[in-house]
T-cell receptor
Framework: EAGVAQSPRYKIIEKRQSVAFWCNPISGHATLYWYQQILGQGPKLLIQFQNNGVVDDSQLPKDRFSAERLKGVDSTLKIQPAKLEDSAVYLC???????????????FGPGTRLTVL | AQSVAQPEDQVNVAEGNPLTVKCTYSVSGNPYLFWYVQYPNRGLQFLLKYITGDNLVKGSYGFEAEFNKSQTSFHLKKPSALVSDSALYFCAVRDINGGFKTIFGAGTRLFVKA
C-alpha cells in the first residue's frame, strides 16, 4: 500500500513570496489533515478535510494560508505572503473513515520543510 | 480544553534496559490516546492507541502503554530498549468534546546508548 505522498520535500523562499505544497493521501482515505510542525514543538493542526469539505480550520491563519481538496482526493496548501515565522515542516496526514471515527490513527507523509529567509 | 504534556525533553537509556516515556493529558470527556514516533527526515508513524478496554495497550516494535485514568497518564514503555529505538516520540489526545482535533505533545527525544 502506497503511503501519503508530499511534494516538494524542501523549499526555500524569501519573505513575502508565495509557496504551495501538495499532498496525495492514501487511496480511499476520506479524511485529510495539514499540520504545521515548528522545530522543537509537536504538530499543530491547520486544517482538516472530510472528503472535499472542511471539518476544522480554526487554527489556520486565513489571512495568508489557504487550502483546498478538490474532488476529495489530493490537496494543496498555500501560503501567500510568507513570513519568517512560517518556517516549519508542513505535514500531511490521512485516515480512513469519517471524521466521526475519532479512534482512527493517522498516516503521515514525509513532510515539506519550508525555510523563509 | 484538551492538552497533552510530555514532561521530559529527552530520555536517555542504555540498550537492553527498560524505557519509559511519560505523557499526561487533560480532556473534558473520555480520552482517545495515541503514541507516534518520528525518525529523522521522516513523517510520524503510529505506534499504538488507547480507545477503551484493557488499560495496557500493546503496539508496534515491542512498545506498550499503560492508561491510568486516575493519574490522567498514558506512559509509553518497552521492556528492553534497542539503539534503533532512538527517535522523537509524540503523545496525542482526542476527545468528543474537543471535536475531531488531535492535540500533540511537544515530543520527547529518546536516546538509547549501546
Amino acid at each position: 500500500e502506497a503511503g501519503v505522498a508530499q511534494s516538494p520535500r524542501y523549499k526555500i523562499i524569501e519573505k513575502r513570496q508565495s509557496v504551495a505544497f501538495w499532498c496525495n493521501p492514501i487511496s480511499g482515505h476520506a479524511t485529510l489533515y495539514w499540520y504545521q510542525q515548528i522545530l522543537g514543538q509537536g504538530p499543530k493542526l491547520l486544517i482538516q478535510f472530510q472528503n472535499n469539505g472542511v471539518v476544522d480550520d480554526s487554527q489556520l491563519p486565513k489571512d495568508r494560508f489557504s487550502a483546498e481538496r478538490l474532488k476529495g482526493v489530493d490537496s494543496t496548501l498555500k501560503i501567500q505572503p510568507a513570513k519568517l515565522e512560517d518556517s516549519a515542516v508542513y505535514l500531511c496526514a490521512s485516515s480512513p473513515g469519517t471524521s466521526g471515527s475519532i479512534s482512527n490513527e493517522q498516516f503521515f507523509g514525509p513532510g515539506t520543510r519550508l525555510t523563509v529567509l | 480544553a484538551q492538552s497533552v504534556a510530555q514532561p521530559e525533553d529527552q530520555v536517555n537509556v542504555a540498550e537492553g534496559n527498560p524505557l519509559t516515556v511519560k505523557c499526561t493529558y487533560s480532556v473534558s470527556g473520555n480520552p482517545y490516546l495515541f503514541w507516534y514516533v518520528q525518525y529523522p527526515n521522516r513523517g510520524l508513524q503510529f505506534l499504538l492507541k488507547y480507545i477503551t478496554g484493557d488499560n495496557l495497550v500493546k503496539g508496534s516494535y515491542g512498545f506498550e502503554a499503560e492508561f491510568n485514568k486516575s493519574q490522567t497518564s498514558f506512559h509509553l514503555k518497552k521492556p528492553s530498549a534497542l539503539v534503533s529505538d532512538s527517535a522523537l516520540y509524540f503523545c496525542a489526545v482526542r476527545d468528543i468534546n474537543g471535536g475531531f482535533k488531535t492535540i500533540f505533545g511537544a515530543g520527547t527525544r529518546l536516546f538509547v546508548k549501546a
